[in-house]
């Protein structure tokens, strides 16, 4: 294959791969954007083989088996997940792309030849630059994503770590990044210095997420897709791949505005998200002292309050991935809306523990995406309502996000639950959310508040309807 | 205000075709074609002298940055998740390196020589593209399947 041809194959897969994301602008042309994305990558393996055209049935096994078993892994975990687990799914994804981009840069480091950037002892300066750059962002991905997979699985606490001292340690690791590819650079690929920077990135990539509490994971989870994209373009570079250096672009620039769109959401700068410290899974309760009072509702006064409304809007919240009360929420909107009640689903940007993670589960329980919108199109909208159901969420509702300029969150913009006619309040208790923020609506004249497990309340709620 | 210009871009593509989220893609594609046009051989000429390919990279990187911003701010954020999890599968596009580090053999390359750590090489490339092909299938198939969950009013299943 001539080198022209191949490079407009490669530049072929990397513009399916720009379709792939372009698809996703409407839920109707997203599935043909998938294929897209297959398409392009079944181009760029073809071709990478048609270079390398290997002879010996060696490495034909050799290849086979990789794939296969990788495959085969990655099918069958793809088909068992269940939905609520996409975020640490995606985490793990992340942190396989990380250690893929270590692994390659390793085999360039040990077999430059295969991939005609020199040889080994003397590769070529620019390449090595390209390789450190690729193997250290890699390694930060990989580590950084397994500890964000350990919060977001629940096998870690999603507590912030704070170690004493952490800035100086960061940074002195970083320099001490810096120097390692500095060294490695001028040294032609020497082994050691390529496996230094490795750890030493690893470190970092721990050290940098441990102190990020477990509701910053929709940043953190962005900004390592981020990451997997940058390495993924330093490896390209070094490979002088345009597939991968397309590819590593749009992923780069896509993990930086979901970032970005997370932290607005938030109302908390990038910086101050990266340096950890804010908030962790369990918030004792705020305020102290006095307690005023609340109204408490059961699922029978839920119920005939929504029964009679025409209007109901569905705040949804981590609690309610957590205790899996999609499919309940939906059938509670069905009976409604047999009831005459217009249902409507308003999301939070930053609900759940990923971007878009709401939509995902409401879709998996088949709630039709028309029926749900986004924070500016629907805030209008409160005050028209008569009841507005909050499920698992509270920070995303908070009233003083508005009004008290002394709360922690206080710019964020909130979903104005207060407007409509009737709160009704699903929690566990009357904890505080994740930024341990008292919330002044529970104790609004309209509030009810119907506390007990998500999942058991809104069934509660759906057989009361039925009656 | 940046930002707020370019929220309604991701809002105003409602319809699969039209709207303004299009126009800015193309205008992306535009960029990105235009990259890969520049460093033709007369415009290497007109300024005396070949350009090295990592510049000509640098150009597609650069432009393909561009490309990724405006493709991805009109993506509705209803597909968030769908977007990481495609994003996932199509960076294993660095399979590509493993596949180099496993297939290439004895003459496969001009500077094909040296065998010295060429089993360590193997050994890494064919870790990488284990790990590859676990996103490669596993993105793909996990974004379709979240993809088919997104329906409309009055769909069938």
Redesign the interface.
Known sequence: MSANLVALLYLASGVLFILALRGLSSPATSRRGNYAGMLGMAIAMGTTLAIANPQMPMTWYLIAAGLGVGGLVGAVTARRIPMTAMPELVAAFHSLVGLAAVFVAASALYAPGSFGIGEPGDIHFASLIEMSLGVAIGAITFTGSVIAFAKLSGRMSGKPIILPLRHVINLALFGLLVWLIYTFCLSGGVGWLFWAITLTAMLFGVLIIIPIGGADMPVVISMLNSYSGWAAAGIGFTLSNIALIVTGALVGSSGAILSYIMCKGMNRSFISVILGGFGGEVAGPAGGGEQKPVKLGSAEDAAYVMKNASKVIIVPGYGMAVAQAQHALREMGDQLKKAGVEVKYAIHPVAGRMPGHMNVLLAEANVPYDEVFELEDINSEMRQADVVYVIGANDVVNPAAETDKTSPIYGMPVLQAWKAGTVLFNKRSLASGYAGIDNPLFYNDNTVMVLGDAKKMTEEIVKALAH | MR?KAA?SV??A????RGGE??QS?RL??TL?LAA?LLPTPAFAAGIGGAIE??IY?LM???M??F???Y???????????????????????????????????HG???????F???L????????????????????????????????????KR
């Open positions: 930002n929220l991701c809002d593509t409602p319809s699969p989220g299009n893609a992306g594609f990105l890969t390919p990592v990279e597609v990187f650069a393909a940055i490309v990724g911003y493709v991805v701010w009109s993506v509705t954020p209803a597909l968030h998740t769908p977007l990481m999890s495609v994003t996932n599968a199509i960076s294993s596009v660095i399979v590509v390196g493993a596949l180099l580090a496993v297939a290439v053999e496969g390359m001009d500077s094909f020589t040296n010295d750590g060429s360590a090489s193997k050994v890494f490339g064919l870790l990488a593209l284990a790990m590859a092909a676990v996103n490669i299938f596993g993105g793909f198939l996990v974004t379709q399947r979240m993809l088919a969950m997104y329906k409309k009013k009055g769909d």
